[in-house]
């Protein structure tokens, strides 16, 4: 089955610089790779995702990049605020499979 | 609206009280979904429903007991739960099951068995 790997489980960035989070998947049929943030005490927020289709996606301050031959993809974070401060989740899936969770990455954005 | 709402937001019960969760979505979503979340850990799969019919059990124990009265709204059930049960459980729906369809989670039941 799919395992999703995720570095690095902490990261600690000052405000207004650039953070950056990566993760691998095994199963090379895997096509859709969603990305979550989760607050404390709150569920997991979908923020971005990109399918196999695609190299680059990018929503205001987050993009995701997706190397189907390498098989890894990352979400960068530009110009970090201290709202970004939270746990993100990377996932993969393939066709009538579950979500696969990468373990987290818990972000915090010192001021 | 991209809103799944889940009730309780926090629930105490005993090892021998029985209890139900609730979870609500109005998105036309067919497919809906029970994680388990223990602290610092990723969400674990429990169980699918696609088109109001159980889909996956990933291996749940009988305790939990899912059920999915229509296709809005989702229940867990729980009863004679032990205290490694506790944990944050999230209600997920999405359009379709598979496919890679965008799956929104609810904010959970914080669950605490005493």
């Known amino acids: 089955g799919e395992n999703v790997e995720q570095h690095p489980s902490t990261l600690s960035v000052q405000e207004g610089d650039s953070a950056v989070i990566k993760c691998t998947y095994s199963?090379?049929?895997?096509?859709?790779f969603p990305w979550y943030k989760q607050e404390l005490g709150k569920g997991p927020q979908l923020i971005i995702d990109?399918?196999?289709?695609?190299g680059e996606k990018k929503d205001q301050r987050i993009a995701v990049t997706l190397n189907k031959t390498a098989k890894h993809f990352s979400l960068h974070i530009t110009e970090t605020q201290p709202e970004d401060s939270a746990v993100y989740f990377c996932a993969a899936s393939e066709g009538n499979t579950p979500l696969v969770f990468g373990k987290g990455t818990r972000l915090s954005v010192i001021a | 609206d991209t809103e799944v709402t889940q009730t309780p937001k926090h629930l105490v019960m005993g090892m021998t009280n029985k209890k139900s969760l609730k979870c609500e979505q109005h998105m036309g979503h067919r497919a809906m979904y029970w994680y388990k979340q223990k602290a610092k850990k990723p969400p674990e799969l429990m169980f699918v429903?696609?088109?109001?019919?159980l889909s996956i059990n990933e291996s749940v124990p009988s305790r939990f007991s899912p059920e999915c009265p229509n296709s809005s709204l989702l229940n867990l059930h729980l009863h004679a739960l032990q205290p490694e049960d506790s944990a944050l459980y999230l209600c997920?729906?999405?359009?379709?099951w598979g496919g890679g369809t965008e799956a929104f989670f609810g904010q959970g039941t914080r669950l605490t068995v005493v």
């Open positions: 199963d090379s049929a895997s096509n859709y």
């Open positions: 997920a729906s999405s359009q379709g």
């Open positions: 429903y696609s088109y109001e019919k």
């Open positions: 990109i399918r196999s289709n695609v």
